[in-house]
């Protein structure tokens, strides 16, 4: 079974940009979260994807979108990119929905913002 | 302020020695969760904890969510190199969707050979 794959794994943007990330779930899982995890930091909760819908969605902004395939893969979209946005964005798929379900996490984008 | 305070913040001992880090909140958690996270690398699940005093042990490692379900230990006995990392716990609170996972900052823990 194959695992969590994040890409690009590194990025670098300018200020005001428009930037997209990729995450392709473990097979299997149907639902997929996005965390933003600052340096020094533990991970930020930014929205959930379950079967194609945003089940859910932690304190970002709407220039923070996103997007579940049918094939359960996803995209993390981020316009107008400001300097706080630079930090590791990490995706994990699970089987179920509900936060106590064990997640499998990508390594990461790490996005810098200059 | 963060909802899960993590403490030390850091932590750096000798091998063969023993440690506990703690996860502590004012709100009461559905379950609670430890990872482990390396550099470069996504979050790993060590063990869910979900039962007020549960304890659940790991090799060398002991989790126990407090009876109350308002924190959480994880002690390490006799700490070898390849324990290096981030520790983070996060859990789903009482009084949210059931689908958000809130996150403590971590104990970055070195451990010297």
């Known amino acids: 079974e194959t695992g969590v794959t994040q890409s690009p794994t590194h990025l670098i943007k300018t200020r005001g940009q428009q930037v997209t990330l990729r995450c392709s779930s473990q097979s299997g899982h149907n639902t997929v979260s996005w965390y933003q995890q600052a340096l020094g930091q533990g991970p930020q909760f930014i929205f959930q994807?379950?079967?194609?819908?945003?089940?859910g969605r932690g304190n970002f902004p709407p220039r923070f979108s996103g997007l579940q395939f049918p094939n359960y893969s996803s995209e993390l979209n981020v316009n107008a990119l400001e300097l706080d946005d630079s930090a590791l964005y990490l995706c994990?798929?699970?089987?179920?929905?509900?936060?106590?379900?064990?997640?499998?996490f990508g390594q990461g984008t790490r996005l810098t913002v200059v | 302020t963060q909802l899960l305070e993590q403490s030390p913040q850091f932590l750096s001992i000798q091998e063969g020695e023993n440690l506990t880090v703690y996860c502590n909140s004012s709100s009461v958690f559905s379950s609670l969760q430890w990872y482990r996270q390396e550099p470069g690398e996504g979050p790993v699940l060590l063990v869910t904890?979900?039962?007020g005093g549960e304890v659940k042990k790991l090799k060398r490692l002991t989790f126990q969510f407090g009876d109350a379900r308002k924190d959480s230990s994880l002690h390490i006995t006799a700490a070898q190199p390849g324990d290096t990392g981030l520790y983070l716990c996060a859990g789903d609170r009482e009084e949210d969707s059931n689908y958000q996972l809130i996150w403590g900052a971590g104990t970055k823990l070195i451990i010297k050979p």
């Open positions: 994990a798929s699970s089987r179920r929905r509900t936060a106590h379900t064990e997640a499998f």
């Open positions: 904890v979900v039962t």
């Open positions: 994807y379950y079967r194609e819908e945003e089940n």
